[in-house]
């Protein structure tokens, strides 16, 4: 009896320090994995506000990641074109369509790394805006998807980011910046003088079906992830168009109607973002249209801290029943800095920067970026630079720990605000 109770108690011992071993490892190893976002990080807009599944407030204070996926010739390492589609037309044909998307890659891979997405969060940011086109998914405007290898659509470009983003707890605004066909006539659609997205023809229903699917698809991709904050539909629709005001809202509002039913279809809870960008009734009240869970989104480059602050008041208060955010802004001349910080907070308005970093002549110092290209940086001319020199000047001398300086705007203008 005696030694039947003792391995009786030997074997209790051996399955409750079994069980504690087991425990603590358990507990030790879903401390490791949980980094970064959880569902409860997850954004919804609830009235005028943003907020996260535990129904804390949440202010996004950000910056975009300008020219990285989609470029422009002021911003870019780039000469001898006047925009993102001029530079591959002109890379495809000379070297062909797999070599010019090498470099395109070559770039991407350079322009945005670990390195910058950590010196974002180290400045205090809570979010990223990233700007993209068509032609990240698309090789033309006859929908020939880029496969990845094993023959899939291939978004590990945004899936990287929003990966990277989401383990240092910073939010991504996936934004389109140019959608197929054109939405407006600026360059910084990925072609100038090229809207053709809202054309009555046979032409623009299938600019419009393809940007459906192209949403559609991103959408499906990051469905239930948290550190997507919101899908950015159309970048500064009709920018530059020589249209009027009602001419504009009517387009405007027909084509966030129809991509705010591709998303809603394969995703249900992530906010939707509309831009109103430059005046205050560019857009219909949400309700009347049935959007859901939306924020609308404005811009402003004026130089009056006056108009700055009437214009965040009007849209603020015109459109009473969704968050504001202005996804784009620079002090400059008579706005300052100090003062577009305090209307912003005050408003309660989600914002971010444009932008991170820029290169070109002065903009080691320039209001527009936070870290600028130093003194002797070398573009790339397209039309004239070998392979190997494009491929080099879009090496690892545009890392931003290369090639670029603070311009001491986060430090002077921007810390103390975050």
Request: charged share 25%; with cysteine.
């Amino acid at each position: 009896m005696k030694n039947t109770f003792k391995a009786l108690l030997s074997l209790m011992l051996a399955i409750i320090t079994a069980f504690s071993v087991c425990s603590v490892g358990f507990s030790a190893e879903t401390a490791d994995e949980v980094t970064g976002f959880t569902d409860e990080d997850f954004l919804t807009a609830k009235g005028r506000n943003l907020v996260n599944r535990n129904g804390e407030k949440v202010q996004l204070k950000g910056v975009n990641l300008g020219s990285w996926m989609i470029w422009e010739d002021w911003l870019s390492p780039y000469e001898e074109a006047t925009d993102h589609y001029s530079v591959l037309t002109t890379l495809e044909e000379r070297f062909g369509r797999e070599k010019a998307y090498e470099l395109f890659n070559t770039y991407m891979d350079n322009w945005i790394t670990e390195y910058d997405l950590d010196e974002i969060k180290s400045m205090g940011f809570n979010c990223v805006r990233v700007p993209f086109w068509f032609r990240n998914f698309y090789y033309d405007d006859n929908g020939t998807k880029i496969l990845d290898e094993n023959g899939e659509w291939d978004f590990s470009r945004l899936e990287w980011v929003v990966e990277e983003c989401s383990e240092r707890e910073l939010y991504v605004i996936l934004d389109m910046h140019g959608a197929v066909g054109y939405h407006s006539d600026a360059p910084h659609s990925g072609k100038g003088y090229s809207c053709g997205y809202y054309e009555d023809t046979e032409q623009g229903e299938r600019y419009r079906e393809l940007t459906d699917e192209l949403w559609s698809a991103i959408a499906e991709k990051f469905v239930g992830n948290p550190a997507v904050a919101m899908y950015d539909l159309l970048n500064e629709p009709m920018c530059d168009v020589d249209a009027g005001e009602l001419e504009r809202r009517k387009n405007n509002t027909m084509a966030y109607s129809r991509l705010y039913d591709a998303v809603r279809a394969v995703d249900e809870d992530h906010v939707i973002t509309m831009e109103c960008i430059w005046t205050a009734f560019a857009l219909p009240q949400a309700w009347t249209k049935g959007w859901d869970n939306v924020v609308y989104q404005v811009h402003f480059y004026n130089n009056s801290n006056f108009i700055f602050n009437l214009f965040a008041f009007f849209t603020k208060w015109i459109y009473f029943d969704v968050p504001m955010f202005m996804g784009e802004f620079y002090p400059h001349q008579r706005t300052t800095w100090e003062n577009c910080f305090k209307t912003l907070n005050k408003q309660n308005y989600s914002w971010c920067l444009w932008t991170y970093k820029a290169t070109g002549h002065g903009m080691w110092s320039s209001d527009w970026c936070l870290r600028g290209s130093k003194d002797g940086f070398h573009r790339a001319k397209v039309q004239t630079d070998s392979y190997e020199e494009i491929a080099r000047k879009w090496g690892e001398c545009i890392r931003t720990e290369n090639g670029f300086q603070d311009t001491g705007h986060y430090e002077n203008n921007v810390k103390g605000n975050l």
